[in-house]
Each structure stands twice: as C-alpha cells, then as structure tokens.
Nanobody, 128 residues
Framework: QSQLVESGGGLVQSGGSLRLSCAASGLNLDYYAIGWFRRAPGKEREGVACISSSSDRLIYADSVKGRFTISRDNAKSTVYLQMNSLEPADTGVYYC?????????????????????WGQGTQVTVSS
C-alpha cells in the first residue's frame, strides 16, 4: 500500500524554523515529483513547494520564496521542507503529495488532481 507520512510539525515562535519530513512507503519515490501544500484555518489548501523527481526543478509559492527550501533524499525515500523565518501566516496543516506526471510541471504545479497520493498532514503553528 502506497503511503506518505509527514512529520516535524509543531509550535514555533515567529522568526523560528522547522523542518518537515515526508516519508514514502510502498512507492518508488525516484519516479515521483513531490509537492507540499498547506491549509490555513478557514482557507482553502494552497501549494507551497514542489520538487521534481530528479531535483532539477524546484518551485515555490511567492509567499514562501527565500524562506522555505524543498529537498529530497531518494535513498531514504524522504522529502524535506526546511522552513525559516516563519510567520503567523504560515500556520496550518501541511501535506505532502506525490505525482507521477511531470509534464508541464511548471504550468500545473498546484493542480491537486494530478497528485495521486496524499499524506495525513502535520500541524504547524507559528505564534506572534
């Protein structure tokens, strides 16, 4: 059974850092692009960062550029999201998701329907 499990969330003060992990099992991560999404309280889920299977394409939402860094270690079947300079607006549940198709990755980065597997999410709370 294919599964993605997020970890690393928690409570942090504004300006602080967290590193989220997305561990995959039951699927060969070598072939998948991975996206990080988040859902803030009362808002729709939005895309945050995406990394291609070979790490040659890194895509970020404007709101996190320069603060968040996505990376992956395929040998460990894990994708990371390093989050620095956190702000209260970054509060939400963070999800990772995998997509097999990397066609038009730049043009369809945040199209949730293209992501086949989703994790359950990890809560990130940034206090002011």
């Amino acid at each position: 059974q294919s599964q993605l499990v997020e970890s690393g969330g928690g409570l942090v003060q504004s300006g602080g850092s967290l590193r989220l992990s997305c561990a995959a099992s039951g699927l060969n991560l070598d072939y998948y692009a991975i996206g990080w999404f988040r859902r803030a309280p009362g808002k729709e889920r939005e895309g945050v960062a995406c990394i291609s299977s070979s790490s040659d394409r890194l895509i970020y939402a404007d709101s996190v550029k320069g603060r968040f860094t996505i990376s992956r270690d395929n040998a460990k079947s894990t994708v990371y999201l390093q989050m620095n300079s956190l702000e209260p607006a970054d509060t939400g549940v963070y999800y990772c998701a995998s997509r097999l198709s990397e066609v038009a990755l730049y043009g369809s980065t945040w199209s949730e329907g293209l992501y086949e597997h989703w994790g359950q999410g990890t809560q990130v709370t940034v206090s002011s």
